[in-house]
């Protein structure tokens, strides 16, 4: 089966605080792909990172960065030096094409950043 | 503007009365989907269509209905509502039939359903 665990229910930081939010995954299939989504206050779903698993290159984007390993099935995401319009709900995300094309969601983990 | 629209964005109803929530996008997007949104759940995949006449199960179908006649709206259809499906709703387009893409969400729906 395929599933998504963001054990981190909810992180509170203060601002300039690092973050780190954590995404483990399950599949037994060698081809997927990775995403994560924001959802600040306003509830919008804002696409964040798409990675496929063949490409284990971290990225960094501006403050974000994302860790991508698939010897612990982890695809983490780092936030640097956070801000109050960070706060929102993030959610990582599988598809697996051999599952039907079916997107699975994690639980989503709530950041809220305090100035 | 490339968008997802739904409507209505939000829905107060009794159980058992059938609605339709409209979703449409004017990206010529290949793939559409419905997720509803519970807290503590994240997201759940509804239905998905990669086409034309092409629909398919998500991990919660029951009590939902969909239908894709036309390549730029996937209406999502409750036959007889009860109140477990009080949810906020998402519809999603994505350019790809596969799930291989980036998927672009609607606004989303709030559901109520007494």
């Known amino acids: 089966a395929q599933k998504v665990t963001q054990a981190q229910t909810e992180i509170s930081v203060v601002e300039k605080e690092d973050v780190t939010l954590d995404c483990v995954y399950e599949?037994?299939?060698?081809?997927?792909?990775l995403f994560w989504y924001k959802q600040p206050p306003s509830g919008e779903l804002v696409f964040l990172i798409r990675r496929n698993s063949f490409d284990e290159q971290n990225e960094i984007s501006g403050r974000y960065s994302w860790n991508f390993q698939k010897s612990t099935s982890s695809f983490n995401f780092t936030i640097t030096a956070s801000q109050v319009v960070d706060s929102a709900v993030y959610f990582c995300a599988l598809g697996v094409m051999e599952y039907g094309n079916k997107l699975v969601f994690g639980a989503g983990t709530i950041l809220r950043v305090k100035s | 503007e490339a968008q997802v629209t739904q409507n209505p964005r939000y829905l107060i109803t009794v159980t058992g009365k059938k609605l339709t929530v409209t979703c449409s996008q004017n990206?010529?997007?290949?793939?559409m989907s419905w997720y509803r949104q519970d807290p503590g759940l994240g997201l759940r995949q509804i239905y998905y269509s990669m086409n034309v006449e092409v629909t398919d199960k998500g991990d919660v179908p029951e009590g939902y209905k969909v239908s894709r006649k036309e390549k730029r709206n996937f209406p999502l259809i409750l036959e007889s509502p009860s109140p477990n499906q009080t949810s906020l709703y998402f519809c999603?387009?994505?350019?790809?039939?596969?799930?291989?893409?980036?998927?672009?969400f609607g606004p989303g729906t709030r559901l109520t359903v007494l």
């Open positions: 599949t037994r299939d060698t081809t997927y792909y």
């Open positions: 999603a387009s994505s350019p790809s039939p596969t799930i291989t893409d980036t998927q672009y």
């Open positions: 990206m010529n997007h290949e793939y």
